[in-house]
């Protein structure tokens, strides 16, 4: 049979979406206890995670670029997952709202056989960083051509959104955490420092993740995490 019309599968009949590694072992009983066993259009993730070639190549491209979110755009359902496991950040539902009202898009948590194996699932779980699937259009798949205007104009003020959000927002936060954690590195013993809790005083001595701050009032040594640094007055030369 070559009518492909309604298959969700790659070549050799693996679903994609299954395939990640997040929570893949469950994912693969659950397909097994429906009758999802091998290669088929629909709902086998493989016989292993990360099996695909597509799916590896995406995974190579996410670790070796730093990539800040993710988004997968299927249809249809006119969804948004947002959430995955207890790596979703804060700021994903903030952002998932925005998508919502922007776009009339309805928020959604995985369930049943969308639970586990899919690549914003991969994605958060792996990097902790925020990753969306959005189920664009409505109907049955696959969605006509005729609904592209249709679709792009629903999401278009959603996607622009996000593009003020990343540069009005979000680009100059990782701006500010980079030249915070490049503080921390660079610390050295006799800089001056004054914590997040407002103590102040003399680095002492310098361990991986921490440091040893001997007080400016009564030389009290205490030993610090680096992130409670607040700011660094560098040691002149």
């Known amino acids: 049979n070559r009518d492909f019309t309604h298959w969700n599968a790659n070549l ?9 590694d997040a929570g893949w072992n469950e994912l693969h009983e659950s397909e097994r206890s429906l009758g999802f066993y091998g290669p088929g259009p629909t709902r086998y993730g493989g016989e292993m995670p990360h099996s695909e070639p597509e799916t590896q190549s995406l995974v ?17 359902g006119e969804e948004i997952y947002w959430s995955y ?16 009202v922007c776009s009339g898009y309805e928020l959604v948590k995985n369930d049943g056989l ?5 690549f914003k699932d991969w994605f958060i779980e792996e990097f902790a960083r925020p990753g969306f699937t959005i189920e664009i259009g409505k109907g049955e798949n696959p969605l006509p051509v005729s609904q592209l205007d249709s679709i792009y104009k629903k999401i278009e003020e959603a996607l622009l959104v996000f593009a003020l959000m990343y540069f009005l927002m979000i680009r100059p936060q990782k701006k500010k955490q980079k030249e915070e954690q490049m503080m921390r590195n660079n610390l050295r013993v006799g800089d ?15 361990h991986e993740d921490e440091f040893i701050l001997e007080t400016t009032n009564d030389r009290t040594k205490i030993c ?12 002149e030369m």
């Open 12 to 20: 050799r009949g693996v679903d994609l979406n299954h395939n990640f």
């Open 60 to 76: 190579k491209f996410c670790e070796h670029n730093n990539v800040d979110h993710a988004f997968a755009i299927h249809s249809q």
């Open 85 to 100: 496991g207890d790596h979703t950040p804060e700021n994903s539902l903030t952002m998932a709202n925005i998508f919502s």
């Open 114 to 118: 969308a639970s586990h194996g899919g």
């Open 192 to 206: 001056e420092l004054t914590t997040i809790g407002g103590i102040t005083g003399i680095v002492n001595s310098l």
């Open 224 to 235: 610090f995490k680096r992130w409670a640094i607040q700011e660094v007055k560098k040691l």
